[in-house]
């Protein structure tokens, strides 16, 4: 299994800021990334697909980048419904596997 | 608009059984590739299975022989049989749409609300 490692496990921003996730993979899945965000109590919602193309109607201030087995999910300018908790996906091998997840919490 | 409605969650003892059930709306289900995804109390995403377009099935390792993805196409719904219980199989359970119609993307866009299932004597 591709193991994807996320860091840091807890981020704490002030709104305004910009915030940077880091996702590694355990060897190459080329671009095939996924990230989510996750609020308590809601279904994960798809933020980024593809390492760096946006979902329908996600704000610009999201952006991906990486390929390879490094990837960051950058949120430009923290808004207040932005914290929460963010996963990693790789599809490029079975079986589909996650990141533990970095929450965004309020510094 | 789609929309994914999961039914069937619960308590159950170890070594028992569970069906789950996924009503899709807005789509087809035999044109998307649909799956499920787990997440345990306090803990990360775990991708299960997947029903492809199709019809043929994966899974994750931890759930082969015991767990069976299953499609009624007449009535837009995706099932999720679990037998032989384990408490480590209890988490809230997604089923999740991926996006291709027809062919396979590998990450999800729709997600249902989630159905509990709860594993203990």
């Known amino acids: 299994d591709i193991v994807m490692t996320q860091s840091p496990a807890t981020l704490s921003v002030s709104p305004g800021e910009r915030a940077t996730l880091s996702c590694r993979a355990g060897q190459s899945v080329n671009s095939n990334i996924a990230w989510y965000q996750q609020k308590p109590g809601q279904a994960p919602r798809l933020l980024i697909y593809?390492?760096?193309t946006r979902a329908t109607g996600l704000p610009a201030r999201f952006s991906g980048s990486g390929s390879g087995t490094e990837f960051t999910l950058t949120i430009s300018s923290l808004q207040s419904e932005d914290f929460a908790v963010y996963y990693c996906q790789q599809y490029f091998d079975w079986p589909l596997t996650f990141g533990g997840g970095t929450k965004v919490e309020i510094k | 608009e789609v929309q994914l409605v999961e039914s069937g969650g619960g308590l159950v003892q170890p070594g028992g059984s569970l069906r789950l059930s996924c009503a899709a709306s807005g789509f087809t289900v035999s044109s998307n590739y649909m799956n499920w995804v787990r997440q345990a109390p306090g803990k990360g995403l775990e991708w299960i299975s997947v029903i492809y377009a199709g019809g043929i099935t994966y899974y994750t390792e931890s759930v082969k022989g015991r767990f069976t993805v299953s499609r009624d196409d007449s009535n837009n719904i995706v099932y999720l049989q679990m037998n032989s219980l384990r408490a480590e199989d209890t988490a809230v359970y997604y089923c999740a749409r991926d996006p291709g119609r027809n062919f396979w993307n590998g990450y999800f866009d729709h997600w249902g609300q989630g159905a509990l299932v709860t594993v203990s004597s």
């Open positions: 593809g390492a760096s």
